[in-house]
């Protein structure tokens, strides 16, 4: 089998709730997303897609990793899209850059090859070892009164800019969920060591939830958690096996493993079976996208021990349109992974994408 043809569309993946707030003021109401197609010589075609979260949050930006996009996929024609490792090590080879773009590429390689023996992709990745997947939504920050209103219908909530406002604000979201919901904040890397650390003492000794990324640095947000006895999880810092080992010897008990930010399903494999191995919590995450990244992501997340997975991020419950069918949340919060060749998902409408930005033919 080999790739015949490569097709990238874009289409904005609005987010439902009108806009969305980090940390550091950072704001929008959705962001474009990248969506690729690729068709094999027998017929066989695969899709994926992501969205980078803006400019201002990770390496990785739209017109960056579509450029990627333009440069990698002659790379790839050709080759054998059933063995998505060797196609990922020409990538590398040819561009130390773009993991959002090999991550689409790679996820989309996936897809054929799950396709093309009659399997889901979650099996492909170790079999299902979750049938019912935990799931989890993301919000904005708000002022106290809305946060809280939005969080007894979410089981996620983000942080803000002041330590104590956003400590009150987590404790008042904690006292009115059932205490069976479970919460994560997550800093998004909008603090220092001394913001964090107050916002740790103002929640309360009696309080004790996990921190996600508290700080920009591994160093940094480490630091909290030898400080405070904080369960930290490292998110934005860890795009290697090495990033990750560096983060457990630093006293990290959790990392997310978000899909594009580590390259796609070759290399986000072997992060989880590492992070299971050094017996730390594992999220599956993504930057932005809607329903082919929440398909993505149930993939990644029922392939991993119950035991060990926190929860995995269902875009399709917070951001639209929906370009294909995939699971949905379930009344009780949990997803289950679709019975499906590959990653899981019908038919695209490619009535929303639209006309293709590029295509690149063998």
């Known amino acids: 089998m080999q790739i015949s043809e490569v097709t ?27 969506v690729i197609r690729i068709r094999t010589d027998t017929g066989i075609e695969g899709w994926a897609e992501n969205a980078p979260l803006g400019s201002d949050y990770l390496p990785s930006f739209f017109t960056g990793e579509l450029a990627a996009l333009k ?6 024609l050709g080759l054998d899209p059933q063995s998505p490792t060797n196609v990922m090590a020409i990538m590398d080879c040819h561009m130390l850059s773009g993991l959002a773009a090999k991550s689409i590429i790679d996820m989309a390689c996936w897809d054929i090859l799950g396709k093309s023996v009659g399997l889901p992709t979650h099996v492909l990745l170790g079999g299902c070892l979750t049938k019912e997947v935990p799931a989890f939504c993301v919000i904005g920050f708000d ?8 969080s007894q ?19 008042a979201i904690y006292e009115a969920l059932p205490k069976n919901v479970r919460l994560f904040p997550d800093a998004n890397t909008g603090w220092n060591i001394d913001q964090a650390v107050t916002y740790c003492r103002a929640l309360g000794q009696d309080i004790t939830l996990p921190l996600e990324q508290p700080c920009r640095t591994l160093a940094d947000s480490a630091e909290v958690g030898r400080r405070t006895g904080i369960p930290i999880i490292a998110d934005e810092c860890i795009f290697t096996v090495a ?7 630093a006293g990290i008990t959790g990392v997310n493993i978000k899909l594009s ?27 932005w996208g809607c329903a082919l990244t929440t398909a993505q992501n149930i ?11 926190r929860a995995v991020d269902i875009f399709t419950e917070w951001t639209n349109p929906m370009i294909a069918d995939v699971p949905r949340m379930q009344s009780n919060g949990f997803v289950a992974p ?15 994408l639209g006309e293709p930005l590029f295509t690149t033919v063998a």
């Open 8 to 34: 990238v569309f874009t289409y904005k993946a609005n987010y439902n709730y009108g806009t969305y707030t980090m940390s550091g003021g950072r704001v929008n109401n959705g962001e474009p997303s990248l």
């Open 71 to 76: 440069e990698l996929a002659p790379k790839i």
């Open 143 to 150: 002022d106290l009164a809305t946060a809280v209103k939005k």
């Open 153 to 171: 219908a979410e089981s996620a909530k983000g942080v803000g800019n002041d330590p104590l406002e956003d400590a009150h604000r987590i404790r």
């Open 243 to 249: 990033d990750l080992v560096a983060a457990h010897q």
């Open 261 to 287: 930010r580590v390259g796609g399903f070759t290399k986000a494999r072997i992060l989880r079976d590492t992070a299971v191995a050094l017996d730390m919590t594992i999220t599956v995450d993504d930057t």
């Open 299 to 309: 993939q990644l997340a029922a392939s991993t021990r119950t035991d060990r997975l």
């Open 338 to 352: 679709a019975d499906l060749p590959g990653n899981g998902f019908t038919t695209v409408n490619q009535d929303i």
